[in-house]
DNA sequence: ATTTGTTGCGCAACCGATTGCATATTAGAA
DNA sequence: TTCTAATATGCAATCGGTTGCGCAACAAAT
């Protein structure tokens, strides 16, 4: 255990009587070093107890086998579902992942890449936070010449490849199965964030009631922040107009489950007077009394798609190939919360 | 934009007509350098859009200014919690903090450390996953020397400091509580693994039973892997019994959600009938029908006492301090899912 | 016997920043 | 004026691997 001094590929060398090139070449299996000279260092580095420095292979080749992944929290399971997809697959390729977690706080977003860049990572994947507005922190990644993929959050602002999937066309199923239950007046909450998600739920929502000939009302879409407490107000003041909704469509799952407390708190009956969805499929929502519509988001495949991706562009040296755009279908999931009609 | 090459410390020395040495000198701010060359050197940084290279640094003087955090999963609300706790300090300290899941797994665990070591941090914090049992892999942190702190799920099979809360008390707080709600017939759902957590919680129960009185029953007592499903299974088992148990203490809040789905399922009345409680403050713990008792484990104070041990132990060069061992209390939050006697 | 390859390994530079020691310049002291 | 002492900077080694180039030894081809 007289670990003082790290061995080094230096101390093989010595106790082989051969140089540290040679002991280089044969632990990176170089074919160029006789399988004698290889085993033989294989064999010292063991008894040695050999750890190579990849502090000082990446710095002599500037590459540090270390990716950032920046989600806004990882503690929301979709979110680290699908880091969960990207370490499966970097841990493969023997990279390493640094998770950054950006807080939804722009702030923080932009420290984090600058922590990341100078940490020399080697790409950068990302789920932009709620709040921003300004991508140039983004564009210095790019700048640097360093592949970087968008998933979920992504924005059209940068010239990206991004994985994402089709809002749109969930929050369409969302709607139209809410009116096939019967629903005619159907609430919105959305938020006022430049993040393209909400948008494209908002509009899968509106063009879903205009296929159906229902008419969009101002009054019905309630824009927040989305979380539990916004799910509470948005519904203690749609419960305050004259008509009140026989449905809600939440963009997130903790805003319907506001919705829900806030019904049942009230008494109403879940579906049978109003009809409830989130979006998400957060794990909770089988959990909650009923059981909570949703969408499902795919985040593994999300994830190793979004892998695929990154790992595609950082071989290619991350040459201006055209950024990809690719677009998943979310699956809905029906439960009790909308079931006016029974199973 | 011409970003070809990064620029170095030999560019901007090269471009005022210095040596590098004193480029790195100023830059580092050391008193040698006049506040001339100081003011040259910052401004010729700034534009050239220097970036330092902390990797030629971390090899120079062998930190990396990052450390390790391994964590079981980081999409459970406490571990993503603590985590945030300890990123917060390391962020103010100008560390780095490399996030890894070992999911539980035993294999990834090590491959983790490895990758940790390897990739030099400057220390680890771990929590153990639920099934490892041997700590062989620890014991490699502690012989490269540097600082290692373990939270929550802990070992006393190390000499090292760790920070958990009294999962004993917790429980015995739980059982107190629906002792005095009026149950009698108590059962438990603990895991068969070494985790120490588990071990106290099931002593809690135990001995709360046996100070007010109430024989402990084997049969009550059910272990398992403390997921959803295994709550569910649990609580089946114990609905067979002879005298079903009119309170369930799960060790996990998952499973207790599982024995509350069941007991809905079964038509059984919560609390009046059965009353359950859970443990660790999931954040869904506050969103079923009825809401569910459980016990907080301030998981953002954990994080930060942890970070406070672990850099305490940094700066200190990692000298054989006593490891410490702080124990936190935890709190019982009382819900619906246990208010037989009302509010 | 000479040429042409092939194989196996060493030499030395290099990645970018840091730092102990030496040196030059200037100021202050004797 | 000469000596001592700061002050400011340069020199060169170093951290631990990696790698282009070169060379020796031996085999195969002519």
């Known amino acids: 255990m007289e670990n003082k001094t790290k061995v080094t590929i230096h101390d093989i060398a010595e106790k082989l009587n051969i140089t540290a090139s040679t002991v280089s070449r044969a632990l990176n299996n170089n074919p160029r070093i006789s399988e004698l000279t290889r085993k033989a260092v294989l064999k010292t580095a063991k008894q040695l107890n050999y750890q190579p420095n990849h502090i000082a292979a990446a710095l002599r080749h500037g590459k540090s086998h270390i990716i950032g992944i920046i989600v806004p929290t990882a503690d929301r399971a979709f979110f680290s579902s699908v880091v969960r997809g990207i370490e499966d697959m970097a841990n493969n390729l023997n990279y390493k992942v640094i998770i950054c977690q950006s807080y939804d706080n722009y702030e923080k977003e932009i420290q984090t890449i600058d922590a990341l860049l100078s940490a020399r990572v080697d790409g950068i994947i990302a789920s932009i936070g709620k709040n921003t507005e300004n991508f140039d922190h983004?564009?210095?990644?790019?700048?640097?010449?360093?592949?970087?993929?968008?998933?979920?959050?992504?924005?059209?602002?940068?010239?990206?490849s991004q994985v994402m999937i089709d809002d749109y066309l969930g929050a369409y199923k969302?709607?139209?199965?809410?009116?096939?239950?019967?629903?005619?007046?159907?609430?919105?909450?959305?938020?006022?964030?430049?993040?393209?998600i909400f948008k494209e739920r908002l509009r899968g929502y509106s063009d879903a009631l205009s296929d159906y000939g229902i008419p969009y009302d101002e009054e019905l879409v309630v824009q927040s922040n989305l979380q539990l407490v916004d799910g509470r107000e948005s519904m203690e003041k749609l419960l305050k107009l004259k008509e009140r909704p026989d449905g809600v469509f939440s963009a997130s799952d903790y805003g319907a489950m506001g919705a829900m407390q806030v019904l049942k708190e009230n008494k109403f009956k879940i579906?049978?007077?109003?009809?409830?969805?989130?979006?998400?499929?957060?794990?909770?929502?089988?959990?909650?009394?009923p059981a909570l519509t949703t969408v499902d988001q795919f985040s593994m495949t999300m994830g190793k798609k979004t892998a695929e991706i990154f790992f595609e562009q950082l071989k290619s040296g991350n040459k201006e190939a055209v950024p990809q755009k690719i677009v998943l279908k979310p699956e809905l999931i029906i439960r009790e919360s909308s079931m006016k009609r029974g199973a």
Chains 1, 2 share one sequence.
């Open 271 to 289: 579906p049978q007077e109003v009809a409830l969805a989130g979006f998400s499929n957060d794990p909770f929502t089988s959990f909650t009394d």
């Open 138 to 160: 983004f564009k210095r990644i790019q700048a640097e010449g360093i592949p970087l993929v968008l998933f979920d959050r992504t924005t059209d602002a940068l010239e990206v």
């Open 174 to 196: 969302v709607v139209e199965h809410l009116i096939q239950q019967g629903c005619r007046r159907i609430a919105h909450f959305t938020s006022p964030k430049k993040v393209s």
